[in-house]
């Protein structure tokens, strides 16, 4: 598929009451034959959770009037970064972006627009490090984020019902 002329525009934590069905629908849709798992009912509450951080941020992608998809996080608060547990010694740069989520929904997949959502994220930062979880069952997705300059630095169930992740490292800003 051709790369389609994506519109991408960033929002924070001030326009979350205009994103939130929006994120909440692409999921869906990303998510259409898992949703009996409660883990990804559970997603309105990670969109509260992370939106409700003051310095959260999204990028949000669209192809003329369709939602393309969505990349958002939010930084770490200091000492809370979960990914530190994992190295020893921990970077002396630390201040981290937390990558929570990047979704791409199917008609989009396989035409850059999940690398351009992720670098729109990333770029716009200016914390030291990005961190992400990725689902440990999807090695292609792990592989396509060490293409972007993560690297795996352990695993991690931060919920009891939550699949095994990877935790990833990036040094910011990213090549």
Known sequence: MTTPALELRHYGHD?????????????EDVYAAEMEDEFNQRFPWFVDHWGGHPEFACVIAHDGDEVVGFAYGAPAKDE???????????????????FSELMVREQWRKTGAAERLHRALMDARDDDLSALL?????PRVQALY???????????????????????????PLS
């Open 15 to 27: 326009d979350l009451l205009e994103i939130r069905q929006t994120l909440i629908d692409v999921h």
């Open 80 to 98: 809370r970064e979960w990914w530190r547990e994992h190295l020893d010694p921990a970077p002396e740069k630390s201040s981290t972006f937390h």
């Open 134 to 138: 990725v689902d440990v069952t999807h």
């Open 146 to 172: 060490e293409s972007w300059g993560y690297r795996k630095v352990g695993e991690r169930q931060p919920f009891p019902d939550s699949p095994v992740f990877a935790v990833m490292l990036a040094d910011l």
